[in-house]
């Protein structure tokens, strides 16, 4: 992969190659793997990474006064300034890591949410992942606060209109998802931010998808707060990431309180250490987040832009295959262009879980089930979907696959081709 | 660890979606609710929605009729029409002795068919060997032992992977 090559389809063949875990076979078919919304496999660099750290470096950061603690303490840091770049943040001191997208919204329900009144306004949309919505039902809980909620407009899109509907003067907060998980349908975020700013709401962004998948910049969104997790971009799991706005995350008190986190202890109290480290109380995850650097550099390296390009264009593909299958059902925007990487679907009546076992036998990996997205389901009327997810390394041949598994699951199931 | 197994013991998806089962997923047994139970329950799995709503009709010890609702994958489904036919006409003790073998054979792959006679169900048994299957076999089962301990004036220690209750009797 040369700098020639950015902007234009990806050399799959190239990238696959740098991927140990999609040589193998599953029930002696070679692995086809499309559940790469739930997670991504990792590049050799990123394996090597880890293995690397803990072989050459391991010690823990921010308080050894040698080498190992040096040598560490600079890579853990030296990611946080890569992560700060690749989402367009002003400073590295914006980047918070955590475990993942969902403690990323918990610090932010927990500290944001012990501001509210009865009576303030929560805006979701209806297509959140049980992460962007559970948490602020706590806060609820806690605070009297009420949940709103973006409905799906006809095309199964969250769109400005149906978020003008939800925003008010009571709006206090607005935390939607960038990029559904299960309709694949990319929010407008930069309008709606706009709308939040104009009620003095905050406004936080769910990037678990969109982040691995097509260019994310903070500046752009028009964002307060921003989450995504490593390993659904190539990273390792157990690295989430939480981006705020400087002066935003400055305003906001702890999270987790501990080693790492204070300035000067005393008995009976603390003051805070300087962002970013007053909200990494504890040892955090020094090797995964160092490895997270690998995936990033990967992600440079073919470019975000590229990436993006060679989703879409999967994308269409799939839908274009999928919609000519008769019984088959795809959920989210009917065309491909409003969508990315993501494909729920039901096909002729047959369960999504008896799909997922069939597709299993043929090594085709997809996702079975509610995608954590319980109300969604409801809304769209189905009780399950299967769910197929595109990303780097995937090529036209595995969705063949795919088609062709669906095929043998509706003969299983007594249909003809 | 799964490859070794299965190089010596091949796990095909004729073992699950044996025709019996297809055949109670396409047309199912004894569905709807009944107007004569007696007691009334219901489960779910949350790990993947499937769900089960069992009215039993229990009358001086023995198991008139069931009726089921609910939605879900073929091996959850198909388990609940076939357990339908099954149960009717036991009595309390004998529905819940085979309640308990057909549990048995549903998570233990090496269950002995031979050992006693489980009739239709038994096409249940190809369940045991897809691990990630198991819990949709189950579902209608726990539901059962639910309504039925519930008639033998029992309760059941809530099984927290696959909740049930009694809704009403």
């Known amino acids: 992969m040369t700098a020639a090559t950015k902007g234009t389809p990806l050399d799959t063949a190239a990238i696959r190659a740098q991927f140990p875990i999609l040589a193998r076979e599953v029930h002696g078919h070679p692995l086809v793997y499309l559940d790469n919304a739930a997670t991504t496999q990792k590049p050799q660099a990123v394996i090597d990474a880890l293995t690397g750290y803990y072989s050459t470096m391991n010690a823990n950061i921010h308080r050894g006064l040698h080498t190992l603690a040096e040598e560490a303490t600079a890579a853990y840091e030296h990611?946080?300034?890569?992560?700060?770049?690749?989402?367009?943040?002003?400073?590295?001191?914006?980047?918070?890591?955590?475990?993942?997208?969902?403690?990323?919204?918990?610090?932010?329900?927990?500290?944001?949410?012990?501001?509210?009144?009865?009576?303030?306004?929560?805006?979701?949309?209806?297509?959140?992942?049980h992460s962007n919505l559970v948490p602020w039902q706590l806060v609820t809980q806690r605070?009297?606060?009420?949940?709103?909620?973006?409905?799906?407009?006809?095309?199964?899109?969250?769109?400005?209109?149906?978020?003008?509907?939800?925003?008010?003067?009571?709006?206090?907060?607005?935390?939607?998802?960038?990029?559904?998980?299960?309709?694949?349908?990319?929010?407008?975020?930069?309008?709606?931010?706009?709308?939040a700013r104009a009620v003095g709401a905050t406004m936080i962004v769910d990037a678990a998808q969109s982040a691995p998948h097509i260019p994310v910049d903070v500046g752009e969104l028009g964002a307060d707060y921003l989450a995504f997790s490593a390993h659904k971009m190539l990273g390792p799991t157990g690295v989430g990431v939480l981006w705020g706005r400087q002066e935003l995350l400055a305003d906001l008190d702890p999270f987790l309180g501990g080693g790492e986190m204070i300035s000067v202890v005393t008995r009976e109290e603390s003051s805070w250490a300087a962002l970013p480290h007053k909200f990494e109380a504890g040892t955090p995850n020094i090797a995964d987040v160092i490895a997270f650097g690998a995936a990033l550099d990967f992600l440079n390296e073919i470019g975000m832009d590229a990436i993006a390009a060679h989703d879409a264009e999967l994308t269409e593909y799939a839908v274009d295959r999928l919609s000519?299958?008769?019984?088959?059902?795809?959920?989210?925007?009917?065309?491909?262009?409003?969508?990315?990487?993501?494909?729920?679907?039901?096909?002729?009546?047959?369960?999504?879980?008896?799909?997922?076992?069939?597709?299993?036998?043929?090594?085709?990996?997809?996702?079975?089930?509610?995608?954590?997205?319980?109300?969604l389901m409801r809304t769209l009327g189905v009780p399950a979907t299967a769910r197929a997810s595109f990303y780097l390394y995937n090529e036209r041949s595995e969705i063949d696959a795919l088609v062709d598994g669906l095929l043998e699951a509706g003969e299983r199931f007594g249909f003809e081709r | 660890m799964t490859s070794n197994r299965e190089s010596q013991n091949p796990i095909d998806l004729d073992d699950l979606y044996r025709d019996v089962i297809l055949d109670h997923y396409r047309s199912p047994r004894n569905r709807g609710a009944r107007d004569d139970a007696t007691i009334s329950a219901e489960g779910f799995n949350p790990s993947c929605g499937d769900e089960i709503q069992l009215s039993v009709a229990i009358l001086d010890g023995t198991v008139n009729g069931l009726g089921f609702g609910g939605s879900g994958c073929s091996i959850s489904q198909s388990s609940a029409s076939m357990m339908t036919e099954a149960m009717t006409g036991r009595s309390l003790e004998s529905a819940r002795e085979m309640s308990k073998h057909v549990q048995q054979m549903l998570t233990d792959d090496t269950f002995d068919l031979d050992a006693v006679d489980l009739g239709d169900l038994e096409a249940l048994s190809g369940v045991a060997k897809f691990p990630v299957r198991i819990k949709c076999g189950l579902l209608a089962w726990k539901v059962l032992d639910q309504a039925l301990a519930n008639a033998s004036g029992e309760s059941v220690s809530d099984d927290s992977d696959i909740p049930t209750r009694v809704t009403s009797g």
């Open chain 1, 324 to 375: 000519r299958l008769e019984g088959l059902d795809i959920y989210g925007p009917a065309d491909p262009a409003e969508r990315s990487a993501v494909i729920a679907f039901n096909y002729r009546d047959i369960h999504s879980h008896d799909v997922a076992t069939i597709l299993d036998r043929s090594g085709v990996a997809i996702r079975a089930g509610h995608h954590c997205a319980q109300p």
């Open chain 1, 79 to 129: 990611v946080r300034k890569q992560v700060a770049e690749f989402i367009g943040a002003s400073s590295h001191r914006e980047v918070v890591f955590t475990r993942n997208t969902t403690e990323s919204l918990n610090l932010l329900a927990y500290t944001l949410g012990a501001r509210l009144k009865p009576g303030d306004e929560i805006v979701l949309t209806a297509a959140e992942h």
């Open chain 1, 143 to 195: 605070t009297g606060a009420v949940l709103r909620f973006i409905e799906l407009n006809d095309d199964q899109q969250i769109d400005v209109d149906t978020a003008r509907a939800a925003i008010n003067a009571n709006t206090r907060i607005v935390s939607i998802v960038h990029m559904s998980n299960v309709l694949g349908s990319i929010a407008p975020v930069a309008e709606i931010a706009e709308m």
